[in-house]
Structures are given as C-alpha cells and as structure tokens.
C-alpha cells in the first residue's frame, strides 16, 4: 500500500486554494492510505518570519487541518521541526541535488523575484528539504496543489541519484497526486495569479477564518466578466476568472464543472455568485467554528502534535539512519 505525505506551511492563514487544491483531497485519501501530514515550520523560516507568531501559526493550522477532517488518531498530524530526520536527511539531499537542478524551479524564482542576492540558501535549498520530508517515510503518493508539481519531480531526480551514487534502491519513487477541479485555484482579482497567502490584496482570496459576510462580499466583488454563464465547458476558454468560479463550486459540491454550467447555463454572475456564496459559507463556516473550539484548548493541540511527532520520528528514524549508513558516516 502507498503511503502518504503532505505539507503545508504555517505562513498566513489558510485558504480555499489549501483547502480545495490540497487538504480536502488529503481528507478523502484517509479512508484509504496510511497517512503523514506536516506543518512545515522549518519551510516557515525560509523567508522573513516573526518569530512571535510561527508558534500561534504552527497551532492554528494544526486546529485548522483537524477541523477539515484530518484524523491525528488515526493518522499523523505533527509539525516538521519536532521530527529531526528531516534536517538529518535534508543535508544529505542537498549534496547531492545539484545547482544547476535548484537554479531551474519556478517557486524560487517567484518568491526570490529581482533581488536574487538577497534571499536565504534555505529560499534555494528548500525543495531538497521538501524532497527528505517525503522520502523520510518511504512515501510514494504525495497530494498537492498544481502548483508543486515541478518540486516532487525534483523530489525524484534527486531519489534517483541518491540511489545511483550510492549503489542502492533504497530510495522508492514518488509520484503527485494532483486532483480534482480546484488543484489550481486562482486569484478573485487576477484569473492569471494563483489565489495566494503572500498576495497584498486579502480580496484575492477566501480565507478559512472568513466570516460569512466577509465571504459573501469577496465573492460578490470578484472579477468576472459582463457575458451569462455558457452551457457547455468551452464557453468558458478565454474566460479565467469565470472558469476559476465554476472551478470553486465544482470542487466545494464535490460535482463536475461541466455539470454547473449546466445547472447555471445563461444565467448572469448575479445569481451565481449568490449561489457559490451560499455554497462556500455552508462549506466553511463549520470548519472555521470548529477551528476556535479546537484553540480554546491549545493545550490539547499541542499534545496532539506532540503524539504525531512521536509516531513521525519511529516511521523516519530508522530510514534517515540507513540513508546516514549508505552514505558512509561512522556511528561511533
Ligand atoms: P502552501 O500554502 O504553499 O504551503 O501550500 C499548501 C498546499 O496547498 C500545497 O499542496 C499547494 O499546492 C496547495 N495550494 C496552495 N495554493 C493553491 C492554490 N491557489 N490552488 C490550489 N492549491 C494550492
Ligand atoms: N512546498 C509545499 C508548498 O509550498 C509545502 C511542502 C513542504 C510539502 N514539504 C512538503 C508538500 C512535502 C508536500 C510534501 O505547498
């Protein structure tokens, strides 16, 4: 059986891009895999941070996974600095990942924009980091946004030349999981951005934490476009933000975009972003009730990840002590 791993940074809050490009997929794969999800504190710190809230951020998005539907009983649920095989293995990954491999991904050339000189290594190193987190448990599935999908092909350049340097196949293959019709949710200003937490503009995106009236007035100020909704698929090509829309109602109905346009077919954004308000608040209000009862309590979050880093640190220890081995230290 395949196990799973999958991470999410304790940057901002989270939002419906996590929710229905990553968390909501990884709710779903529970009922079926053996699964590890991980608040990745140490991706945290890769660019400026405060370290007055990572603490409160780490626990808030732990609250806010649980309240998803992430069972910690029944899988584990830990944040990524309490479990020290990852750095152990990270170091090893990069030296073997190569400049030229790291030089090529999009996210750091994105996050580190014109002022190259200026960033962290660990903005440059971070998806040989992102490459251990995975291979530190033998998974083989990773679920994420579209949006990672040239990391976890990284993950495997770096798998393969790990094993072929050191005349092994430890190492197994990893593979993305990518889906659903949201793995890719866009920006409620820009239909050619990402909706992202770094976005200035918190009009861009629904946060997990909106009230309902917030999340009515940001889908009702969303762009769109003045033509009504088509019946078939195709009317939507050349249309991003409307396709971006039908994308979100899709993916919070669990139904095909093809069959929203058939329910909203001619009709204007009017009465469908009323609708797809209504739809997101029934999604979202329980998920963000839930969230404030589970903090009432940090305490018990925080036992919670605890438990998890346990049971994360006997799955990856033995694994990153024979990576060590393959590689040659002394164990004195
Ligand atoms: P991050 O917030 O960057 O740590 O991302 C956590 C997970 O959410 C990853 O699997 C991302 O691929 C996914 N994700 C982030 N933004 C989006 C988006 N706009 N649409 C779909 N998935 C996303
Ligand atoms: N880089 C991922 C993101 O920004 C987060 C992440 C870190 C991750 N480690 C991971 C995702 C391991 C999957 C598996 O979204």
Not at 6 to 24: C, D, E, F, R, W
Not at 33 to 61: M, N, W
Not at 111 to 136: C, H, Q, W
Request: proline share 5%; net charge neutral; hydrophobic share 45%.
């Amino acid at each position: 059986m395949h196990r799973i791993l999958s991470g999410i940074q304790p940057t901002g809050v989270p939002h419906l891009g996590n929710y229905l490009g990553a968390i909501k997929n990884w709710v779903a794969l529970q009922a079926t895999h053996e699964c590890l999800f991980c608040v990745v504190d140490l991706h945290a710190i890769t660019q400026p941070h405060d370290p007055k809230t990572l603490a409160s951020s780490t626990r808030e998005l732990a609250a806010a996974l649980i309240a998803c539907g992430i069972d910690p009983q029944k899988h584990v649920l830990f944040n990524q600095s309490a479990v020290h095989a990852h750095v152990r293995l990270a170091w090893i990954f990069i030296c073997v990942a190569r400049m030229g491999w790291l030089n090529r991904m999009t996210q750091f050339k994105d996050k580190a924009g014109k002022d190259r000189e200026n960033v962290s290594v660990g903005l440059f190193t971070y998806p040989a980091l992102m490459a251990a987190d995975i291979l530190v448990y033998h998974a083989t599935r990773v679920p994420v946004g579209d949006d990672q999908k040239q990391h976890i092909e990284l993950a495997n350049d770096i798998r393969d030349k790990f094993n072929h340097d050191f005349e092994t196949d430890f190492f197994p293959a990893v593979e993305a999981q990518i889906i659903g019709p949201a793995a890719r949710v866009m920006s409620l200003r820009d239909g050619a951005k990402k909706m992202s937490k770094s976005d200035a503009s918190d009009q861009s995106r629904i946060n997990l934490t909106d009230d309902a009236e917030t999340i009515a007035a940001k889908i009702r100020r969303a762009k769109t476009d003045p033509e009504p909704l088509p019946s078939e698929l195709q009317g939507l090509d050349g249309r991003p933000e409307a396709r971006n829309l039908v994308g979100i109602y899709a993916a919070l109905d669990d139904i095909e975009p093809s069959q929203v346009v058939r329910q909203f077919a001619g009709q204007g954004f009017g009465n469908f972003k009323s609708a797809l308000a209504d739809l997101t608040v029934a999604k979202l209000a329980p998920i963000a009730a839930e969230t404030r009862r589970l903090l009432a309590d940090p305490g018990h979050v925080d036992a919670v990840l605890r438990e998890g880093a346990a049971r994360a640190a006997a799955i990856a220890d033995p694994i990153v002590a024979e990576a060590e081995r393959l590689v040659g230290f002394l164990k004195p």
